[in-house]
């Protein structure tokens, strides 16, 4: 890595971490910070559209991208494991809905509706790949503020399932009536 990148005032310099607990935070929120970032950028631009056919490329990205971590996060707090290395939205949708069903059986019809929203964005890029790279898309059009709208309550409806799992975790040695290594839920239900 070049010494230029290592270098450079305190308030210009970011922490890259290790694994730890809790690392898909990072990675989340400062994706969900550059979301707003740019359309706060496409709206002082005015609504230009040609602003909008530049900004939609890494905007799609990002919001994508979030929405895999998101459930990979998830997968992880629900499991106690790794997700499988895959960009599939749907695949990896439905093994944690699953669990989310087997756990809250009453969550039915926001599971459906968050699960339209997941297909909605798996279908504009079923690979992950297709705002990376271009000469991947139909001719069509996309709105940048409801894909930003459309990822930020994905990413919110999923981060509040992954709070109940790791909440639900947390109490099981206390319902079990001792304290014990860390654990998932699933091991002991």
């Known amino acids: 890595m070049s010494d230029d990148l290592l270098t450079g005032p305190r308030w210009q310099m970011a922490y890259l971490a290790g694994p730890f607990r809790g690392e898909f935070y990072q990675y989340t929120t400062g994706i969900e910070r550059a979301i707003d970032l740019l359309l706060k950028d496409f709206a002082t631009a005015k ?41 599939d939205l749907l695949a990896l949708w439905r093994d944690v809905r699953a669990e989310i069903e087997r756990i809250w059986p009453d969550e039915n019809e926001a599971l459906n509706y968050l699960g339209a929203l997941i297909k909605t964005l798996h ?49 099981l040695p206390e319902i079990q009536g001792g304290e014990g290594e860390e654990m998932t839920y699933c091991e002991d239900l």
């Open 123 to 171: 279908d504009l890029d079923p690979s992950g790949q297709s705002f990376r790279y271009p000469g991947s898309f139909k001719d069509g059009a996309v709105s940048l503020d409801k894909l930003g709208e459309v990822a930020k309550e994905i990413s919110q409806s999923l981060d509040a399932y992954c709070t109940g799992f790791y909440e639900l975790s947390q109490a």
């Open 47 to 87: 609504r230009d559209s040609a602003v909008a056919d530049t900004l939609v490329y890494p905007l799609g990205l990002l919001c994508r991208h979030l929405i895999e971590l998101r459930i990979k996060e998830l997968h992880r707090e629900a499991f106690g494991e790794d997700a499988p290395r895959s960009h």
